[in-house]
């Protein structure tokens, strides 16, 4: 726990005027897990039948693409999840008195 300097005055929150530096770090941490998630990739292209897609699924390397699927899927929920927790947080800062909340640009 820290301690709290009462001869410090408190600093405002700052938010910063776009979302860009979290959806950078969000986006690069989601690359790297779907490079990761490649050789699925490599996997599903190679099939061309549909029973053979249904009987791959139902395989070992079916599991690797429900992997890939999340691979996939999590980014992309990271990202709308960046934003909206931004939106929300502009919103209290513009909302909020200066002493509390600033926008930074």
Same mark, same amino acid.
Request: without cysteine.
């Given at each position: 726990m820290t301690d709290l300097n009462p001869d410090v005055p408190d600093k405002p929150i700052e938010v910063p005027v776009t979302p860009t530096a979290a959806?950078?770090?969000t986006g690069t941490r989601d690359v790297l897990l779907l490079v990761a998630a490649l050789p699925a990739l490599v996997a599903v292209l190679g099939k061309?039948?549909?029973v053979?897609?249904?009987n791959w699924l139902g395989s070992e390397p079916g599991l690797a693409f429900v992997g890939l699927?999340? /691979?996939?899927?999590?980014? /992309?929920?990271?990202?709308?999840k960046a934003r909206r927790q931004h939106a929300n947080e502009l919103k209290m800062a513009k909302s909020a008195s200066d002493n509390v909340a600033v926008v930074k640009s």
């Open positions: 959806q950078v770090g061309h039948s549909m053979d897609t249904v699927v999340i /691979a996939i899927g999590t980014p /992309a929920w990271r990202q709308w």
